[in-house]
């Protein structure tokens, strides 16, 4: 089997694992924002990374989208092997799906944090915003005062 061959292969194989077969024949004008953000991951899975660099991957997707997204990036993680770095907004979503946090601060870094050390005084540090969190049903949640 030649090169070609096996990159189509492999390709087909990422887009079959992620559930994305049925966009094959689309283009991405016609794709959603959860279906692009799906497709952009998947080409990032075709180069073979060791370390997946996302920026935002769930901006302007609505919460179920928000949710795939980050599911599908926890599964491919834990699956391949892999390490991911995302740069993300949404503290919920940040806490329920990463293990390890890197805050910034006037653009230096602030500290690097185990989800399990984790503190409301961290997060006002750097945002300079009070929070609770709280364990709802077995996820912590940020909620803002």
Not at 35 to 43: D, L
Not at 64 to 82: A, F, H, P, R, Y
Request: proline share 2%.
């Amino acid at each position: 089997m030649d090169g070609v061959t096996n990159g189509l292969r492999h390709c087909g194989n990422i887009a079959d694992t992620n559930g994305l077969t049925h966009l094959g024949l689309k283009r991405m004008d016609e794709l959603s924002g959860g279906e692009v953000q799906k497709v952009m991951i998947a080409r990032a899975l075709a180069q073979s990374p060791q370390v997946l660099l996302l920026d935002e991957p769930t901006s302007n997707l609505d919460l179920k989208n928000q949710m795939e997204v980050m599911g599908l990036i926890t599964s491919v993680v834990k699956e391949q092997n892999l390490s991911a770095i995302i740069s993300i907004h949404d503290l919920n979503l940040a806490v329920r799906f990463a293990d390890t946090f890197l805050f910034l601060r006037d653009h230096r870094v602030h500290s690097l944090v185990a989800k399990a050390a984790l503190t409301a005084e961290t997060i006002r540090e750097v945002y300079g915003v009070e929070v609770l969190l709280e364990n709802v049903q077995g996820h912590t949640v940020v909620i803002p005062l």
